[in-house]
């Protein structure tokens, strides 16, 4: 009788194998292009908002301007916001499509087909 665990060797194959995607350069770069597009985008909105707050503040004036019947700056400005968060949504969309989805499906494959060779499939 042997004192082997065949039932354990595939988990840490899979561990390993996880370990050694993040490692990896392909990993890295998704990494870097997930961050190359959300950080600045998410530091654009965030200004876009803090403008929107601070003249909301401090320029009551210029936000009270009307623009047409009883539509003022800030309503257009507020408006804008959820415009904004439409089109950052859509951004990211065409960008995971374009940059993201190959590579992370690419590496979801890999380790699929290693964790599959082991049975250990999740």
């Known amino acids: 009788m042997s004192t082997d665990t065949p039932a354990s060797a595939p ?3 899979a ?3 996880y370990l050694a995607v993040q ?3 392909e990993f890295a770069g998704l990494r870097r292009a997930l961050r190359g597009f959300v950080f600045p985008m998410t530091v654009a ?3 876009w908002y803090a403008l929107y707050v601070i ?3 401090y320029a ?3 936000m009270g301007t009307k623009i047409f019947g009883n ?3 800030a309503l257009v400005f507020g408006l804008l916001q959820f415009v904004s968060t439409f089109v950052i949504a859509w951004l990211y969309s065409r960008f995971a499509d374009r ?3 190959p590579v992370a499906d690419r590496i979801r494959t890999e380790i699929g087909e290693v964790t599959h060779e082991h049975g250990a499939r999740g």
Do not use: C, K, M, Y
Request: glycine share 4%; hydrophobic share 45%.
């Open 11 to 13: 988990a840490e194959s």
């Open 99 to 101: 940059r993201i989805d």
């Open 15 to 17: 561990a390993e194998r």
């Open 23 to 25: 490692r990896s350069d």
């Open 55 to 57: 003249l909301s503040a």
């Open 60 to 62: 009551r004036g210029f």
């Open 45 to 47: 909105f965030f200004l």
């Open 71 to 73: 539509v003022n700056v």
